[in-house]
Nanobody
């Protein structure tokens, strides 16, 4: 199983980025997918999660209204669209897969598989 995150980079505050997480070795429709991030010197934190069906998504308060998670089953890929970026969004972003059916899972221990991370830097 491999999750390959990509799309990070350097962007000015107020700008946008779209991250991708391509899954291989698993059928993504069998997993809820999530994004986490780890700011410099801090612990990894929950960003958002999308259900297996793609019919529901849940976001951290800090990104609600700015970030959107979507998924493309044909490409076995999950996306994180990030708009109105702020310097405090600077972090390494990770995608993760959860095989269990849960309403919400915001802790890292709930996830079975992780991508390698992609750096997002937002300049002021």
């Amino acid at each position: 199983v491999q999750l390959q995150a990509s799309g990070g980079g350097l962007v000015q505050a107020g700008g946008s980025l779209r991250l991708s997480c391509a899954a291989s070795g698993l059928t993504s429709s069998s997993y809820a997918m999530a994004w986490f991030r780890q700011p410099p010197g801090k612990e990894r934190e929950f960003v958002g999660r999308i259900s297996r069906s793609g019919g529901s998504a849940f976001y951290a308060e800090s990104v609600k209204g700015r970030f959107t998670i979507s998924r493309d089953y044909a490409k076995n890929t999950v996306y994180l669209q990030m708009n109105r970026l702020k310097p405090e969004d600077t972090a390494v972003y990770y995608c993760a897969a959860d095989s269990q059916v849960r309403l919400v899972a915001v802790t890292t221990s709930a996830y079975d598989y992780w991508g390698q991370g992609t750096q997002v830097t937002v300049s002021s």
